[in-house]
């Protein structure tokens, strides 16, 4: 069981930046694989950043070279550092936990998401 809360979001000028954290607790957060996803009004919702337990990540093409996702084991953290953001990149944010093992989804979490606004 994993309870996770968003914050950092807000509203910023294009060019600016954010970081988002997500801080989880209720279990051990070094099993768990960590994602941010984002929803923008009329859209599906998309992966954004991912990273796994040992450090592994990987990105959308849209926020390669803008974003970075890392993660702090030691506070049950995962952070999303958004630089040079751009106005399609407003929508709600949400953090993502999931543990797997033998191939199969042991846990899956949402926290409640932030808003991220990029606007003049």
């Known amino acids: 069981q994993v309870q996770l809360v968003e914050s950092g979001g807000g509203l910023v000028q294009p060019g600016g930046a954010l970081r988002l954290s997500c801080a989880a607790s209720g279990s051990i957060f070094r099993l768990y694989d960590m994602g941010w996803y984002r929803q923008a009004p009329g859209k599906q919702r998309e992966l954004v950043a991912a990273i796994t337990g040992d450090g592994i990540t990987n990105y959308q093409d849209s926020v390669k070279g803008r974003f970075t996702i890392s993660r702090d084991n030691a506070k049950n953290t995962v952070y999303l550092k958004m630089n040079s953001l751009k106005t399609e990149d407003t929508a709600v944010y949400y953090c993502?936990?999931?543990?797997?093992?033998?191939?199969?989804?042991?846990?899956?979490?949402w926290g409640q998401g932030t808003q991220v606004t990029v606007s003049s």
């Open positions: 993502n936990a999931v543990m797997r093992r033998f191939g199969a989804t042991l846990g899956d979490y």
